[in-house]
């Protein structure tokens, strides 16, 4: 596609449940990268990916927190055991390799009840 | 540990105004630092990226500007419009590719 495609755009979830979100980024782009975005929190770095190397884990804020990057493109964050504190934006960007501009998906607004 | 601070965290203007929105970081071992618009519920748009090396970048109305050595960058937009109003976000990335943001300028252009 043009652009970094995001999946789900919202998803409401109930405190306990499991969800995966998903991230499509511009074709060709060796570097992925997730972020958050929380009211009083401002854009907080997750996880990066690039190439083949193992990921930058460094920003994941619990172990509830996972990430994969099959076939060096689709990339799924899953959250394990949803809290409420981790209702916000979540930001997926690519980039032709790393430390290049980043170019951002549309964001999934997840919500825990 | 990076911090980004922006500077001021809302501004209203009179279309036609140039302006400057101002950035600073506390760490100048970055590799790059980046500009961003972000409009509501949407994500982020990338504006300019200016390289560690370099001293300013220019897009059309926008002119970026990057002072390493005082750990600084403004982002000024002449001739304001309307359109411009969104949310300015700057980043950094720093020694190992993260993006660190500061928490953004709020701008509004008036008609």
């Known amino acids: 596609g043009a652009g970094v495609s995001q999946s789900p755009s919202n998803k409401v979830t109930e405190k306990g449940k499991d969800v995966e979100l998903r991230c499509d980024p511009i074709s060709g782009h060796t570097a ?59 930001l997926c960007a690519s980039s032709s390799t790393i430390g290049e501009t980043q170019y951002f998906g549309p964001g999934t607004r997840l919500l825990v009840l | 540990k990076q911090e980004v601070t ?4 809302a501004l209203s203007v009179p279309e036609g105004e140039n302006l400057v929105l101002n950035c600073s970081f506390t760490d100048s071992a970055i590799y790059n630092l980046q ?37 600084r960058s403004t982002l000024y937009i002449a001739a304001s419009q309307p359109g411009d109003s969104a949310t300015y976000l700057c980043a950094v990335t720093d020694s190992s590719y993260k993006l660190i943001f500061g928490s953004g300028t709020r701008l509004l252009v008036r008609p």
């Open chain 1, 32 to 90: 992925l990268y997730w972020y958050r975005q929380s009211l009083g929190q401002g854009l907080e770095f997750l996880i990066y990916f690039q190439g083949n190397s193992a990921p930058d884990k460094s920003g994941l804020p619990s172990d509830r927190f996972s990430a994969e990057r099959t076939g060096g493109s689709v990339s799924t964050l899953t959250i394990q055991r949803t809290q409420q504190e981790d209702s916000a934006v979540y």
């Open chain 2, 6 to 9: 922006q500077i001021p965290a």
């Open chain 2, 35 to 71: 500009w961003f618009r972000q409009d509501p519920g949407k994500g982020l748009t990338s504006l300019l990226l200016i390289q560690s090396s370099q001293r300013e970048q220019t897009s059309g109305r926008l002119n970026a500007s990057l002072d390493k050595s005082s750990g």
